[in-house]
């Protein structure tokens, strides 16, 4: 009792920003909250013909390039701030995502959407792991990122998975950048196919919506290429994607679990431990890094499901989401250096463009076989 008691008062204190934060923090949110406008605005301003860059992405964008030109110089003041930003901050914005969501909004589209997403997922971060890994090279890290981005929701899924992978500012960024390079094209493409009709003798007009859904990379992207036939295709889109948002909890588990089986291996005295193989299984157990933030997103998941609130309720807390999950990835382009990006080279790219391709072919093929199940 008095370990959990300790515990929860220490993750309280780690989420707890002290005067050291300040400065940085205050940075970030007035960062966040320019973006947040320049989205809404580009909406207006274009009358809605700017479509692909959400506020996440402006944010990195724009902490970038204040990143590598004028933050170095006051790096030393509000580096405190900004790395509790894309800490803490990203783990709560995590959290408050689960607003987003209800358990009713998964029953409407039933288990075909369920399956679809979960074999979408498995076969699609599989894939990128043995590819990038395997073939291209590309280091473990960004691999498991560019996976988690293509497989479950873009950036989002990126950035959550971040502290379990512990990964570099720029691998985050690389792994962003493949998500809004490859999920705009396919944004823009699946619409374009289907008014063409090269869709229509394959997929009847929900099975286009849960085909959306379960392989754009974005939430935002996601909206736009299923509104653009009409909102039933779209509704249907958004709510497939939002299970494989739901995937995101036991998704980090399961990595979490497998990075740390990997290092257990690794190490010379766990080794002798694993002679006995329940020894071995239990001492992995007691290693891993669990992800609580993603558990408590599907306690909050629950709890909107469940437990009435007003509507005010709930838009105050998304709208709190979305300034949270600015923040963090304002915090990411701000230490992020184009010097270590141009080091990666192209090869993440190609993994990007070649998970592109499987979800539009393989993610089309597990749709069709799917539905006739």
Not at 237 to 254: C, E, G, H, Q, S
Not at 257 to 281: P, Q
Not at 294 to 311: D, K
Request: one cysteine or more; glycine letters at 8%; charged letters at 10%.
């Amino acid at each position: 009792m008095h370990t959990l008691v300790q515990s929860v008062s220490n993750s309280v204190h780690n989420y707890t920003p002290n005067h050291r934060h300040l400065a940085g923090l205050v940075v970030v949110l007035i960062g966040s909250l320019f973006c947040l406008w320049l989205d809404s605005s580009l909406d207006v301003w274009s009358n809605g013909r700017i479509v692909g860059l959400s506020s996440l992405t402006l944010a990195i964008l724009l902490g970038m390039i204040l990143g590598n030109t004028i933050y170095p110089k006051f790096a030393e003041r509000l580096n405190g701030g900004v790395c509790f930003a894309k800490g803490q901050i990203l783990r709560l914005a995590i959290m408050f995502y689960g607003f987003k969501l209800t358990m009713t909004q998964v029953a409407s589209v039933g288990m075909p959407a369920i399956m679809t997403d979960a074999l979408v997922l498995t076969s699609t971060f599989l894939l990128t792991y043995w590819l990038g890994t395997r073939w291209l090279k590309v280091d473990k890290e960004t691999v498991i990122l560019i996976g988690s981005g293509a497989s479950i929701c873009g950036a989002a899924a990126v950035i959550a998975a971040e502290p379990v992978v512990n990964a570099q500012a720029h691998k985050v960024t690389i792994a962003v950048a493949t998500v809004v390079v490859f999920g705009t094209i396919a944004m823009l493409l699946y619409p374009f196919l289907y008014h063409l009709g090269w869709l229509q003798p394959w997929l009847s007009a929900q099975q286009y919506g849960m085909y959306t859904g379960s392989t754009v990379h974005e939430v935002a992207q996601v909206v736009v290429a299923g509104n653009a036939i009409n909102t039933e295709i779209g509704d249907t889109a958004v709510v497939t994607k939002m299970i494989r948002v739901m995937m995101l909890a036991p998704f980090l588990l399961v990595l979490s679990f497998a990075l740390t089986k990997e290092r257990t291996i690794d190490s010379a005295a766990v080794e002798e431990d694993n002679k006995d193989e329940t020894a071995s299984f239990m001492t992995r157990v007691k290693q891993v890094k669990v992800p609580w933030f993603a558990f408590i997103f599907i306690g909050i998941v629950l709890i909107h499901t469940w437990v009435p609130m007003s509507e005010s309720i709930v838009r105050s807390m998304v709208m709190l989401d979305d300034v949270l999950l600015t923040m963090a990835m304002f915090a990411l382009g701000l230490t992020t250096h184009l010097s270590a990006i141009k080091q990666a080279g192209v090869r993440p790219l190609i993994l990007g463009a070649i998970m592109f391709g499987w979800l539009i072919l393989g993610g089309g093929l597990i749709n069709i076989g799917i539905s006739f199940i």
